[in-house]
């Protein structure tokens, strides 16, 4: 029944969103529009914040020391195809930003300094089992990006030059607990897959070589608070990991050794503005953790230390 329940709330806020979309202009200058239903945070290497936004389609920049807000790439800004629904990021070596579009069922490459867009895996680029809806992704030790999609409940590798996809652990693939709505990965700086599986109020640990599976916080492994709806994921500079939990509207931390648990900032630990429907989540170079707040439409910088937050960027 849980399950249930949150399979017709996640349609419900997936069809509110794809509605909104609709009805708002590019050229408003309605600053609520920008950040209406964010999918995706990441830290470019001179500390600009790219995220992924809903209404208008597109990616934003965000300045880190006065949140100054800009469009990167949208319809009307660089070229190639356009985003639909624009989510999950990730940041090459290069600079290059790849983000997963969870309508157009693709995987998308864009230039940093002009934002031209470039469809590089869909139904028509590359070959292996078609996208349903892919939420995010991450790049391993190989150049590979690592996508994970919630409906086909699977991660898949996809070459960054040809587009092939390849299935590397589903619940047909690999060992281990099913996924039920994987929605989240990170790869560790040795190779470590993990991935949030919101329905399993889980953290996974998968292995790239044979796709097994393995609870690795969560349902009795580590302790500390219980997961509700586990979203993004980031590691911290010290190798942890951070996870921005939905339904808790916590931050919380993971220990790279044991799995175990620890609030890092919610309503009771830390003070400053409260986290309303946190979903995306990056470690910033100096150890500050950043989380885009749907409910809030909001970018929030935490202190790691004490929790406390403050708003970058408010657009509400």
Not at 276 to 293: C, K, Q, S, T, W
């Amino acid at each position: 029944m849980k399950i249930l329940w949150k399979r017709l709330l996640l349609l419900l806020i997936t069809t509110i969103s794809i509605t909104l979309t609709i009805s708002c202009d590019e050229g408003s200058s309605d600053p609520v529009k920008i950040f209406l239903f964010p999918g995706g945070i990441q830290v470019e290497s001179d500390g600009g914040i790219i995220v992924s936004n809903q209404s208008p389609p597109g990616l934003l920049r965000v300045d880190p020391n006065s949140g100054e807000v800009t469009f990167l790439s949208t319809s009307g800004i660089g070229t190639g195809p356009s985003f639909e629904n624009p989510r999950g990021i990730a940041i090459d070596d290069e600079g290059t930003i790849f983000v997963v579009d969870s309508v157009l069922k693709a995987v998308f490459s864009v230039e940093p300094d002009t934002g031209n867009r470039a469809i590089i895996s869909d139904s028509t680029t590359g070959t292996g089992s078609d996208f349903e809806t892919p939420v995010d992704l991450d790049i391993d030790l190989f150049g590979n990006l690592l996508v994970v999609d919630a409906n086909l409940e699977a991660v898949v590798s996809v070459s960054p030059s040809g587009g092939d996809r390849t299935i590397i652990s589903n619940n047909n693939t690999g060992s281990g607990p099913n996924f039920r709505a994987p929605v989240g990965v990170i790869v560790t700086d040795d190779g470590a897959i993990f991935v949030a599986d919101q329905f399993g109020d889980d953290v996974l640990l998968v292995d790239e070589c044979n796709g097994d599976r393995s609870v690795f916080s969560g349902s009795g492994i580590g302790i500390g608070p219980n997961f509700s709806d586990p979203g993004g994921l980031a590691i911290e500079l010290d190798g942890n990991f951070v996870v921005v939990d939905i339904g808790n509207a916590t931050v919380i931390g993971v220990d790279i050794l044991t799995g175990n648990r620890e609030t890092i900032s919610s309503f009771s630990v830390g003070s400053g503005p409260t986290f309303l429907l946190p979903r995306a989540i990056a470690v910033e170079a100096d150890g500050n953790i950043l989380v885009f707040d749907n409910g809030a439409r909001a970018v929030f910088r935490v202190n790691p230390l004490n929790g406390d937050r403050v708003i970058l960027a408010n657009v509400g």
